[in-house]
């Protein structure tokens, strides 16, 4: 028997990890985890450090033997194979662009074995009768679930496993400097989090996962962007109540997202549909200045606010306030959608490539399965439905702690209070609003007219 480099990725767990149980099917086992300076540049300090935790969480797990190097992985990774003695390095398949190429790379210099992925289905496994891709989600989910995902891998007794030994590490590096509170990582807080939603979040997910002022969703995103938890597991434990089935729906829109980026790798960067690189946008000194009041949560908008704030407190935002803060970037401040999703990408505990440019494209207009182009979230309106007792307003606002309901999502009512003798304390640092919500409904109408009447063009 060899030895093999198991080269951890998007896979941080022992339970259900195929590339772990063909490692050791192989002999001793190496395993090898590279932080990689390109990969890390646009991570941010959040999900770095989110991923150092998961990292000494593992190198526990794993009894201290976790190994973990600095560098380009293709120069790195058989280096260390040649270190270890190893006859092949095995890993978990990676999808997207960056990571097939780097992937390529070290497969050129040592034997790789790809084993299994990130994901419930595999990109490009489900496609359509004649061979192409799927382009909208609800047909990809019926394939999606007629496909189905493979049962979880049992997970080993590292006692019993053979290591390999004597090969030298370099230190986890303390976190970077950020403010946000994370939720504790690693493998056994993946778990735990499951047990705690399906035991009594689950029941109500259905109903409640649209309201930020209820914490109904499951919280397993930062888990699964590293792999602490596959969601093969995940769904493994789901049965078909109203909650579960959402929840399921949920990972399958992970699967179609990283399966539209390994078909249109471009779509990383670029509209997927091409007709809307002649959308106007405004990109001058003017509109970087209201992107830094969306960005800091001082647009005016309380619902805005509040997600960009909480995007900086926890490193997370609740989905349906992702949604009305990037609607209010693209269609009333008419900045590129590219701003915000590097933005999120840079400040999201569970940021992913596939899921976040691919969401914003959704609201923008210029992805798959798209939201329709008249399609403006007034955030007013998205407030009162989704918050309508201001709890979650008044949870990252403090300056509206004492505004009452009635008016804690309108600003042209906060405006007027605070002319008023009643004007609770705190309000006057509250801003007035950056833009008028009806008048940028209009502009951005009309500027996507511009694009249906040059016609649509899709890849």
Known sequence: ?????????????????????????????????????????????????????????????????????????????PAVAREAGADAVVAA??????????????????TFVRVASPYAVEPGAVAKADGTPYQVFTPYYRAWTMHGSAPPAPRPDPSTLAWV??????????????????????E??????????????????????????????????????????????VLARLGRTEGESALRRQLAWRDFYADVLLQRPDSARANWNGAYDALPCDTDVAARGRFDAWAAGRTGYPIVDAGMRQLLGEGWVHNRVRMIAASFLVKDLHCPWTWGARWFLAHLVDGDLASNHHGWQWVAGSGTDAAPYFRVFNPVRQGATFDPDGVYVRRWVPELAGVAAADIHDPARLTALK??????????????????????????LRRYGLVRAAGTRRP
């Open 93 to 110: 398949a990676d999808f997207g662009p960056y990571g097939q190429a780097r992937d390529g790379r070290v497969g050129d210099r040592v």
């Open 188 to 233: 056994d807080a993946a778990l735990a989090r499951l047990d705690a939603f399906l035991a009594d979040a689950v029941a109500d997910y259905g109903a409640r996962r649209d309201r930020p002022d209820a914490d109904g969703t499951s919280r397993l995103s930062p888990y699964l962007r590293w792999g602490c938890v596959h969601p093969r597991t």
């Open 1 to 77: 028997m060899g030895a093999s480099v198991l080269w951890l990725r998007r896979d941080l767990r022992l339970q259900d990890n195929p590339a772990l149980l063909e490692a050791a099917a192989r002999g001793a086992v190496l395993p090898l985890f590279v932080l990689d300076p390109v990969l890390l540049g646009p991570a941010g300090a959040v999900r770095t450090a989110f991923l150092l935790r998961c990292l000494r969480a593992l190198d526990v797990s794993l009894g201290g033997r976790l190994v973990v190097r600095h560098g380009d992985p293709s120069v790195v990774v």
């Open 165 to 186: 030994e004597g090969v030298a590490s370099d230190p986890i590096p303390a976190d970077p400097p950020f403010d946000a509170v994370l939720p504790r990582a690693g």
């Open 419 to 444: 002319a008023t003798l009643a004007a609770p304390p705190g309000l006057a640092g509250y801003p007035d609003p950056v833009v008028d919500h009806a008048e940028e409904r209009a502009e951005a």
